[in-house]
Structures are given as C-alpha cells and as structure tokens.
C-alpha cells in the first residue's frame, strides 16, 4: 500500500513512535502497533464509544481521529486508567451493581465516566450521568445499572479524596 | 427449599468484570496468532441475481494477497439447522444483498479489502422476492429453485413455493366457539426486522496444524454447533476441529448459528496460515442475521363475563434468504400464540418463507416477541370491549400451576398471578389508569398519558447438555461445561450453582467452558436455557463428587456412607461428632494418591419434562415432542405520547418474572433491565429496512440504538420466585422474557393515553402522528 509514517505520541505515559498507514485512526494505531486492545470498535464511525479514549485529557472517539494528527498528543487508553484512584473507584461500584455484562461497551464507558469525574466540580447527578453518557452505547444492561454505579461512584470521587466515600 | 447453601441467592460481583473494566478481556478481534493473515469479504450488490463470472486476476496480483476464494473454489457442501441451504460463499447466485461471494486473505488488513475491491464480478439481475406478499403470490419466483433437492429435516410441512415449513397447534372447535362468544375482536398486526446490534462484530481466527487439525476461535453461542457445523462444511471428523470461545461482546442470538467460521476455515486451509475475519458494523447489518418479520392475523373471542373463549390466529415469519432457525421460530412464536391463558378453542397456524433479504434467526424471545406483541395488544382491545380492567381480565384467565399449556404439557409452576398483581400494585396502576380512550391521560403541553400492561410465557430447556466437577489436589474445584458467557453472566451463575451444590464458597471453584477439547457438550446458550439447563447437568455432576467425598470419608473413619454429612466449607463429617471430620483437600489426596483415583463427576440430560399430548392436540410438524418448562412475567409501562412531535416517551417501567429462584438477584435484575430495552426499542425505534431490496439503514448512525438519555431510570425490575421442581434450586430462564413483554405494554399504554389503536411497530412518531391525524379525521 501507499507509504506508511511514523507517529510521534505519548500513549499511557510512555513516549512512542508508531507506524501508521495513511488513512490509519488512532483506534487503529491503539489496537494494531500499539497493542493496547482495551479500546474497542464496536462502530468505527463515532456512535457507540466503545473506543473513547483520553486525547490530551479529554474523552475523544479514536475511530474518528487521524493517526497522523495524533503526532505530538498526549493519549490515555483504557488501559493507562490502571491505577487511577477515580477509576479503580468506579470499577468497584459498577461491578457491584452488575453494570459490566458483556463488557464491550465497557472500556469507553470507564474512560468516559473519568473524564465526568475529573471535570466535575460536584457530584453528578443521575440526569448529568445520563446526559454524558449519550455517546456510549451499551447493548445489555439498559444503562440503570451504569447510572446508578456513575453516581454512587462520583459521590465518592468528585469533590472529596478520591476514594473515600464522601462526606 | 427454606435451608438454601450460602452460595444461592448471593449478589455476588461477576467475575470477568475486573478484566472487562481495565480493557483487559480479550474478544475474539483482539487476538493475534503468528503469522497471521487478515481477511476481508466482497459482499453482493444484488438481492437476487445469477453469478455468470469473477474475475479476480487484479486480486490476486495485488501484493500481499495470500488467497482469494470465490464459491467455485469451494467443495458443493451445504448445512443448515433444518435445511441444509447455506454455503460458506454464494455459489452460482446471491439471494441477499451482502451475501459473501468472495474472500481474501492478505498479510495485513488493508491490503485484504483492496484486493477485495479489486474483484469483478459478473452479475445478471434476477427478479427479488423483497416481501411476505411477493413470497406467497401466485406464481411467485422461487428464492431456492432447487429446494426440493436440498437435504432437509422431515416434516417440516411446506406446501407452497418459497415455503420452508408449515405449522399448527389446535385444540377444540373454533369455527364452532364463536357462537359461544358475545365480543370478538379481529385484526392485523405487523412487526419489524430488528437488528441484534451486539456492540462486538462477528469474527473468527481459524488456523490449521501441520497434522490437519483445525482450530476455531469465534465469537459464538455454541462451540459444539461450531464443530459440527465446519465438521459438515470442510468434510473433517470432529475429532480434528476444535472450537473455542474467547470473550464475546454480546449475542442474543446472533451469533447462536454459525456464521463466518466455515469461511474463515477454507481461507486458512488454502493459505496454510493462520487467518483472522473480523466484519465491519455495515457488514455485520448486512450479512449476519435479524429478528423475522411478521403479520400476525388474529382473532380472539371471550364471553361478557371476560371468559376467553376462542383463538384463531395465522402468522407468517419472513425468514430471508437461508433457513437456518426459522422452522423453530415458527413453532415456538406458535407454542406461545395461545398466550397465557386457558382458552379452550385455538386454531394457531403458520409459514416461514424465504425472501430475498437477509436471512432472519434466532433473536432473544424467538418467534414469541412477534406473536405476543399480537395477542397482547388484543386482549387490552377485548378488554375495552367487554369494559373490564385488563389486569383483571388476564387475572381471570390466567393459567396456575397444575394447568395445561396448548398441546397438553403440565405447567409445573406458575407465578404469573403474582407478577401480573405485584407490577400492577408497584406501578399505582388504579390511580394511573382513569380510563381508556383518547385523552384521559393528563399530561403538560399536549402530551397524552397512559398505562398498559403485558402478561406473557416463554420456555426454558431444549435439547442436551451436560458438565463435570473435579476436585483437585487441595480440595477446589475444576467445574467444566459449554454454555458461553455473552455478557448475561452464565460462568457467574452455574459457578454459583456448583458452589451451592456443594456447599463451598464460590472463589474455592474455577471454570473452563465453551471450548470443544476441554468442556462437555452443549447444546447451545440461547433459549433462556442455561441456568435451567446447564444448571441441573452442573447439580448432577457436584451431586456424583459428593458421593464420592461420602464415600471416601466412610472409608476412611470405617463406617456406614449414611453416617457421612457433608459440611458447608468443604468439609464431610460423621454426624453428630463435629471432631470427626475430613477436608475436601484431605480427601481428594487420598483418591489421588492412596485409593480410588481422582474425583470426578459428571452430570448431563436431554430435557426430559412432559412431550406433547397428540391425542389432545393437532399439532402439525413441530419438530419436537417437548421443548421446555414453562416461565411467566407480566410488565406495566407508563408512557407520555407527545401529539405534536409523535413521539412516545417511556416514564417507567415494572417488569415482574417468575424466575423460580433468583441464582443471583443482581444477574437476574440486569437481565430484566436490559431485556426491556431491547424490546423498548423493538417497540418504538429500531427497524431494519430495505428499498427495492437495498438495506438504507445498515449502520449505527442509521440504525437507532438506545442510548441512556433516551430512557428512564425507573425501570423496575420485579424478581417473583415460585420454585420449578425440576430446576435447580428451582431455577428457571430468564434471559428472553424481558424482551418479549416489553412492546405489547407500551402498546396499550399508547393506547391508554390516546385512544389509539397502533397496531405495526415500531411505533415511530411518523406512525403516531399519522394515527392521530386519522382520527382527527374521522
């Protein structure tokens, strides 16, 4: 095929350059050079968020972005969520309250659920977790379970140390 | 059952759900074998056209290209469920738009779909059969000319061209019952294709050793209709095919048949390497399988005082271009079509027929969503008729326990009348529900307000299965069976189950499943089936280890097995001497090293309860004798219907099941949940649709999926637990009713709020505004 480049980006901390075809995505790159396969495709063309990754701190589709215009971005996979106090938190209440069934949708919802909580100023609510939950897609649960983990989880991320049941 | 193990009833967390959380459960896409090569498919233009030449010399020449397959170069080797029609790529003519008819397999991804691209094909159009009408006409083109010569399951009844089967349950005298009748209600019901939309796209890796065995990891339902299927296909013993299931992103049925695995195997046995399919979302839409389409015509006749009386109901699926379930689909949504009512007269008769379209299969609910959402529906408008609160009148006619279901089955345990009584009163019904008719719903700003209510039956058994326990050298356990996990938590559940069986705690068990060399045999996952079903085969197996654990502890303290209790942690005792006791880990060193060999048990079945009475019942070519064990559940929905948007909003929702027994509540509730937005979305948005034989909405930006801010919170799931004798600690399925009650209760809440009488789903705003401008009309 057509001559392919190396991208220069930060993936999950670490400094990378990874070759990308020409029409490559960074969903592309993640699950291909990068082998970080916790980004899912479930659409490839932005629906159901199945590979919302981090993009310079903020939740962004990876089926959507230009390998090549990631060069020089910072990028959080999934993956690079291990670890992280808000996310080890969420975990924890949505497997609680069965929001995890088939997982595909999983991975985009974790990610987007910590971007919630690292912008929020309080607490969401159930109506602002469903609002920002628009762009995920979940096949199996009918979201209740996920709203409810969201919001229990954000009680005790958003505004207090994170990881200690608020107030 | 009031002194249940610890291990029964838990909420306890699924255990795949930390790996899922942190992105680290592997599905079928994110795996990768040496030298593995990548596939894509050239999918047909056409619905229905003949295949006079492929010219695949620019293909092949591109570099890269490992292999291109047309159907020539494949073996005449058909298989199906019930009629052996389906070939791995369309051989001579296509019968569906996306019917694969070439494949390539390349060093990467990219250069496979170029090559694909590259591939002329020479087509001469063929006239479609694009619906149920164009099907059955007189004179109708045939879809499979040479259907007679196909081989094929007996009996399945076809009469006429394009017919796959034909079916019927009776019982009694209809023609005769209405006369008995002092209200009766008629009319046409029409249900849509819908998508199964599992968020993970179909894909497979098959690769070959160098003895000739052939290894196949897919997304699946069923590893051993997998073996079977490529046993057929690629004309290899079973012996040389493994199957196996990585995690899988979802089914509902989807991916119960076979689907790109036989493909994926002729491309790997012609390149020699491994090779990987993954389908895109458009073509996953396009080439995998739907729900049946149906009209649904039925009549139903009761006296004044709200007795049921007569049924006469005829429904035609439309199966698309290949057979695959649509025999069982057909029987089964007419097993179902008396609904749960004892109504002593009943003609309920069928077809199945093929189309031109893309070929329709088990989805969640089978055949019962389509006749329910019918029969629901109309017995809200007898009900309105007869000027009874249609709570009350299913109430009356409910079927109970001791009952019999259509074709004479004994119902063996029945909650119905305590999910109907339990959602009504958790819904506020009596002060929800002023009245029916146009306008009684009061609601802000032009919208309407109502609430219906569904009541309905499923099964759950089918077929065979079987699993084993093991205890190995420390005294845990190895438990090995084939249903796969697809998401609704079947490892979690028939973990729990072998816990409680038992008496251990659940983290003291592991499980291997859905891998042919080295689980047992399983039917399928699918059919609400695996907590029933697998569950007694795991409760059998744990039962034999237990005896084995009896007996080695008799031995050892020299008495009497029946002076041997079982303890809970793992531990056998004499009774009464709390001292005198063995761990499992004592005892399963022992029969490892000093005396009787390892423990193992094994446990399997055929669904075994009552067969049909054919004494009692005309039951016309219904491939079984007996399929399951009778469920219920009943829903309330409450809606707002906006009349100057159309658009139908869903408030709340009370979804009552009889579950037997809840194995684990949360499991069980996610189940109702998510079921109930399937079928909310069956009822209201989702639709695949063709123009002139061309899907227009095969993608996820065209195809509505539900997402969170589309729906509400207060989905109430409402666990009801009358114990099934057979199943284990009284288990019974859950997986499909949730789906199946869904659209005929907003139905009637529809028509609660408006006075409207919707009777095509789904029930889009356009349909809702033009039933309102209609009766403005009139």
Known sequence: MTAAAGVGLTVNGDPLTLVAGPGATLLDLLRGAAQLTGSKRGCNSGVCGACTVLVDGRAARACLMLAADCAGRDVVTVEGLDGDPNAAVLGEEMAKSGAVQCGYCTPGIVVALTDLFRSAVEPPDAEAVRHWLGGNICRCTGYVSIVEAAVRAGGRCVGSEPGLPAQ | ?778
């Not at chain 2, 085969?537 to 009497?560: G, L, M, P, W, Y």
């Open chain 2, 1 to 778: 059952m009031n002194d249940l193990p610890e291990a029964i009833g838990k909420r306890l967390p699924r255990r795949d759900a930390a790996d899922k959380l942190a992105g680290a459960a592997r599905y079928t896409d994110d795996l990768a074998r040496p030298g593995m090569l990548h596939a894509a498919i050239l999918g047909s233009p056409w619905p229905s056209a003949r295949i006079l030449g492929i010219d695949t010399a620019a293909a092949r020449a591109l570099p890269g290209v490992k292999a291109v397959l047309t159907g020539a170069d494949l073996p005449e080797r058909r298989w199906g469920l019930f009629v052996y029609d389906e070939t791995a790529l369309a051989a001579g003519v296509v019968r569906y738009v996306g019917e694969p008819v070439a494949a390539v397999a390349a060093a990467d991804l990219a250069t496979a779909r170029a090559a694909a691209a590259l591939i002329e094909v020479d087509y001469e159009e063929l006239t479609p059969v694009l619906s149920i009408e164009e099907a059955l006409r007189d004179g109708a083109v045939p879809v499979h000319p040479h259907f007679d010569s196909y081989e094929k399951r007996p009996d399945l009844g076809f009469e006429r061209v394009n017919e796959i089967a034909r079916q019927e349950f009776s019982e009694g005298d209809v023609e005769a019952a209405w006369a008995d009748c002092d209200v009766v209600v008629d009319g046409v019901y029409e249900v849509p294709s819908q998508s199964h939309v599992y968020l993970e796209p179909v894909s497979a890796i098959a690769e070959f050793d160098r003895a000739g065995k052939l290894t196949v990891r897919s997304a699946n339902q069923s590893v051993n209709k997998v073996q079977a299927t490529l046993s057929r296909a690629l004309d290899l013993p079973m012996s040389k095919i493994r199957a196996t299931t990585p995690a899988v992103g979802g089914a509902f049925g989807g991916k119960s048949g076979v689907t790109v695995q036989p493909l994926v195997a002729h491309l790997a046995r012609a390149t020699g390497r491994p090779v990987r399919l993954t389908l895109t979302r458009e073509e996953d839409f396009m080439m995998m399988r739907r729900r049946h389409p149906a009209i649904v015509r039925v009549k139903t006749g009761a006296k004044a005082d709200g007795t049921l009386v007569a049924r006469d109901l005829e429904i035609v699926y439309d199966g698309g271009a290949y057979a695959e379930d649509s025999p069982a689909v057909l029987g089964f949504g007419l097993l179902m079509a008396r609904g749960p009512y004892a109504i002593p007269h009943c003609r309920l008769r069928g077809s199945a027929v093929y189309t031109n379209r893309l070929r329709a299969a088990g989805f969640r609910g089978y055949g019962n969503p389509q006749v329910t959402f019918a029969t629901e529906a109309q017995i809200d408008e007898l009900a309105d008729k007869l000027g009874l609160d249609p709570v009350d009148f299913r109430l009356k006619n409910a079927v109970t326990t001791g009952g019999r279901w259509i074709g004479g089955q004994t119902i063996t345990s029945c909650g119905l009348a305590e999910c109907l009584t339990r959602a009504r009163d958790a819904a506020g019904w009596t002060g929800k529900r002023p009245g029916s008719g146009a306008g009684t719903g009061a609601g802000a700003n032009g919208r309407l307000r109502g609430v219906g209510v569904s009541a309905f039956a499923h099964i759950c058994g089918l077929l065979g299965t079987s699993a084993t326990v093991r205890l190995l050298e420390d005294g845990t356990v190895a438990l090995a069976h084939s249903a796969v996990d697809l998401g609704q938590g079947a490892e979690a559940a028939l973990a729990q189950i072998c816990a409680g069986a038992l008496d251990i705690d659940i983290d003291r068990i592991d499980s291997t499943s859905a891998d042919s060399g080295a689980a047992p045999y399983n039917w399928s996952t699918g059919g609400s089936r695996v907590t029933y079903m697998v569950g007694r085969a795991v409760v059998k197996a744990a039962d034999s280890v237990r005896e084995q654990i009896v007996r080695h502890a008799a031995e050892t303290f020299e008495c009497a097995p029946g002076d041997i209790e079982i303890r809970p942690g793992g531990r056998a005792g004499i009774v009464g001497v709390p001292e005198k006791e063995l761990s499992f880990g004592d005892i399963s060193l022992r029969a490892h090293y000093q005396a009787g060999g390892p423990i193992i048990g094994s446990g399997g079945l055929v669904y075994d309860g009552e067969a049909f009475d054919y004494k009692e019942a005309l039951i016309r070519n219904y491939p079984f004798a007996r399929i399951g064990t009778y469920i219920f559940g009943a829903h309330v929905v409450e809606v707002e219907v906006d009349t100057v948007t159309g658009k139908v909003e869903i408030l709340r929702a009370w979804a009552a099941h009889d579950v037997g027994r809840a194995i684990n509540p949360t499991a069980v509730e996610g189940q109702i949940q998510g079921g109930f937005v399937q079928g909310a979305g069956y009822a209201l948005v989702e639709e695949l649709l063709w123009e002139d034989g061309q899907p227009i909405n095969p993608s996820m930006m065209d195809y509505k999926v539900y997402g969170a801010p589309d729906l509400p919170l207060e989905i109430h799931p409402i666990v009801v637990e009358d114990p099934e004798p057979s199943g284990p600690f009284g288990a019974k399925g859950i997986g499909e009713p949730p789906l199946v009650g869904a659209a005929p209760a907003i139905a009637n809440a529809v028509a609660n709020a408006t006075g409207l009488r919707l009777r095509t789903i789904p029930m889009t705003p356009e349909r809702v505004l033009d039933a309102l401008a209609a009766a403005a009309e009139e």
